[in-house]
């Protein structure tokens, strides 16, 4: 591998962020959103080894992290009972191989097929350990989950992994090294058949590779990741409950791998990041915030399929030709008429939602420091009007925008090919 | 097992049978005419159990029953127009993801419009009392129409189970839509352009049909089929925000145990699965039971003892996964499929 300085300042740059985050945000709340990033990165990248790497969409893919926290949770109780003689920090693994083990037993049906029907069965895998948790309760101990401790056996070097910050750390070595091993599989022969799989599978045969083993290569492959992921939040959160290997969390992996861009390898750390700030954060703000999420999710499968990083990707590209600076005023006015819309639309959502659920508090609520009734037609007809005009407005500028846009990728292609003339 | 017993569960298999059915001939049918898969299918069914309540408060149910499956399949052809057909050219995964995406725009409307508990939605006032019940007599078994009859009280030991006339007029709704889809499909000229548009679209649009359109038709006219189920399924259970995700997965599996894109498959798939599932539930034994009677010894102490004593009736709500994977296992293409993968 060609170890370059820009490789070296790109990989330097992460762990220093990993590093030094915990110590600029100091609040615990931070400490413990930082340590789910950490988690989440390395359950986004596993999960897009199958969905922008392999071409696989997985509606159940949160049964491997799942019942990977489900033997990490068991496996760190016979370590607090002095049965299993296993530092903490190893715990993970063990989660990782059973994560691993499961996806040998249950991808071998599902990576019989690509494609939709590969969707499908994930889906119905997905439903089947579901309810399955329900069903032994012995194992997923039924409602309540599994409790444990993870201040078991002797501290090393006085690291006993009561504090977060200890937790956070040892994340974070989890997250850089799985990030890296991840990359490293892109590289193999394995990772680019992969590639090759989900281009053209018809060609891949005619080569004399069988589709379906490099799928159920690269399936077990992201349960191993998947199952880490799993142990680390049982380590993370002392806790582990059937809802870990439900459909909602299969679907947040799937939507927000997504969100971050499944294109590119550093897509899936965008999307991370941006899972557990509106896990955290936006749930706390609104309601309706799955709503928000659902039309950002369906707007960017239609105009943006990339996801967020191939949009700055295509932005650092107008950029590195030097014609980003006319398009600036654009993003500005849409940002503002965008912001607009959302919080018009928000405020008739949320007084929607205060006459449901607050009624004995009267029609009289705080919105954005406005005050609204949400009984009175003069709050209603504002906020449509507001939104009205906004939506109007965005369409237009969208559109002078799109215009602008697509001249200037024009006058690029244009560039290129007279550079490359000029070079010839 | 009586012969009482016996012929509820059947009935009662078959109803939830067909209810699935009209669900999945919707889903199936837009997956082999456009290669879509709706993901938002169940969603378009809960949207139709919630339409059909709204227009049941105003104007009645009759009118719910005949209105909200249009008004669904009009917004169900409307998404098909804005959105889906955006995508189309990116790919089919793309496709699925934006109906996944609608899949969580929808259930959040509803529970802006109609709140997170659940609605109380009827089956019209004709329709709320038994169709007929069955007299079990302990030396005979008859029907009677209607409440049951006296002879339920008189008699000691007489057992008498009723059968809903709702559950009845959702069977006979079911049949009707197959029929009319069948005929529809096969017997008309919209039926032969729909089937024509499907394999070779290029001709189709040279002779002056507007593919897309009739695109945009048979998704609209799948959901507007979801939204029959919906009103029908709604009415018969719960109308709930969560009734969407009950039955989602569940579809899912029965068109591909039918195999993907086969309305005979789907049929006999969810039939099959209802009439099981019925049989299942109403069983407490369990495995470790039957593997006694082949005389083996099964004790709390046997390994994997959880698994033995597990019951029949838990076991119904794992049946179609279940099944899902042992064909996938042995007969990949489905039960009448003709493609795989």
Redesign the interface.
């Given at each position: 591998m060609n170890l370059n300085r820009g490789r070296w300042l790109v990989w330097g740059g992460y762990a220093a962020v990993m590093i030094v985050a915990p110590l600029l945000f100091t609040t615990s709340l931070s400490h413990t959103m930082l340590s789910q990033m950490g988690i989440a990165i390395i359950a986004c990248l596993a999960y897009n080894m199958l969905l922008g790497q392999g071409g696989m969409l997985s509606f159940g893919h949160a049964v491997y992290s799942g019942l990977g926290a489900f033997f990490a949770i068991h496996t760190l109780n016979l370590v607090s009972n002095g049965q299993l003689a296993l530092p903490v920090s190893l715990v993970p693994l063990v989660a990782g191989f059973f994560g691993g083990l499961f996806a040998v037993l249950l991808g071998y049906v599902t990576t019989k097929k690509a494609g939709t029907p590969f969707a499908m069965i994930t889906l119905g895998v997905g439903e089947l350990v579901w309810a399955m948790s329900l069903m032994f309760p012995g194992f997923f101990g039924g409602e309540g989950g599994i409790n444990g401790n993870r201040v078991a056996g002797q501290p090393f070097l006085g690291i006993s992994f009561g504090p977060q910050i200890q937790l956070y750390y040892l994340i974070a070595a989890y997250t850089f090294v799985c990030t890296a091993l991840m990359f490293a599989f892109t590289r193999t022969p394995l990772g680019r058949m992969l590639n090759a799989v989900r281009d053209n599978p018809e060609r891949v045969e005619f080569v004399g590779y069988s589709t379906q083993i490099v799928r159920y290569l690269a399936f077990i492959a992201s349960g191993f990741f998947m199952g880490i992921s799993g142990g680390l939040a049982a380590l993370n959160f002392e806790i582990v409950t059937a809802e870990v290997v439900s459909a909602t969390r299969s679907g947040a992996f799937l939507l927000f791998t997504f969100l971050g861009g499944a294109t590119f390898f550093f897509g899936p750390i965008i999307g991370a990041v941006l899972m557990v700030l509106a896990l955290v954060l936006l749930s706390e703000l609104t309601l309706a915030w799955l709503l928000w999420l659902g039309l950002v999710f369906t707007f960017m499968v239609m105009y943006a399929p990339g996801g967020i990083s191939s949009l700055i990707m295509m932005n650092l590209r107008v950029a590195s030709f030097g014609r980003l600076k006319p398009l600036l005023p654009h993003y500005a006015a849409l940002a503002v008429v965008g912001l607009l819309v959302v919080l018009s639309a928000g405020a008739m959502i949320e007084m929607v939602y205060h006459l449901q659920l607050n009624e004995a508090l009267g029609p009289k609520m705080k919105y954005l420091g406005i005050a609204l009734d949400a009984k009175s037609a003069g709050s209603w007809l504002s906020a449509a009007l507001v939104t009205a005009v906004a939506v109007v407005a965005f369409e237009w500028l969208r559109r002078r925008f799109a215009r602008d846009w697509n001249r200037t990728q024009e006058e690029i292609a244009a560039e290129i090919q007279r550079r490359e003339a000029a070079a010839a | 097992m009586d012969a009482s017993y016996f012929l509820i569960s059947l009935l009662n298999g078959l109803s939830v049978g067909l209810l699935l059915f009209m669900l999945a001939s919707g889903l199936t049918l837009i997956?082999s005419m456009m290669?879509v898969?709706n993901f938002a299918h169940a969603s378009f069914y809960m949207l139709g159990a919630y339409v059909a309540y709204s227009i049941t408060q105003v104007i009645g149910f009759w009118w719910g029953l005949l209105l909200a499956p249009p008004l669904v399949g009009v917004l169900g052809a409307l998404f098909e127009r804005h959105?889906l057909r955006?995508?189309h050219k990116?790919g089919?995964?793309?496709e699925?993801?934006?109906t996944?995406?609608?899949?969580?725009?929808i259930?959040?409307?509803v529970q802006?419009?109609w709140?997170?508990q659940a609605v109380n939605f009827l089956p019209p006032e004709s329709l709320r009392g038994p169709l007929f019940t069955i007299v079990d007599l302990p030396d005979s078994l008859s029907f009677a129409w209607g409440a049951p009859p006296e002879v339920c009280k008189a008699v000691a030991g007489a057992v008498c189970t009723q059968f809903p006339a709702f559950r009845a007029f959702g069977m006979a709704v079911a049949v009707g839509m197959l029929v009319a889809i069948w005929l529809l499909l096969t017997r008309t000229r919209i039926g032969l352009v729909i089937q024509a548009a499907l394999t070779h679209p290029e001709m189709v649009e040279s002779l002056g049909h507007n593919v897309p359109r009739v695109f945009m038709g048979v998704f609209g006219g799948g959901t507007a089929l979801a939204a029959l189920a919906g009103v029908i399924g709604g009415a018969l259970r719960v109308t709930e925000p969560s009734m969407a995700?009950a039955v989602g997965?569940v579809v899912?599996?029965v068109?591909?145990i039918g195999g993907?894109g086969s309305l005979a498959g789907a049929f006999v798939a969810s039939v099959g699965l209802g009439v099981i599932e019925s049989f299942a539930v109403g069983s407490d034994r369990s495995i470790g039971d039957g593997l006694r009677a082949l005389g083996m010894a099964v004790t709390p102490d046997t390994f994997g003892y959880?698994?033995w004593a597990?019951k029949m009736s838990?076991?119904a709500?794992?049946l179609?996964?279940?099944l899902?994977?042992l064909i996938?296992?042995f007969r990949?293409k489905g039960l009448f499929g003709t493609r795989?993968?």
């Open positions: - | 997956f290669g898969l959105a955006r995508v990116f089919h995964v793309p699925l993801l934006i996944f995406g609608l899949s969580y725009i259930l959040e409307l802006i419009i709140g997170r995700l997965a899912f599996a068109i591909v993907m959880a698994v597990v838990q076991v709500a794992i179609p996964y279940l899902l994977v996938l296992i990949p795989e993968g």
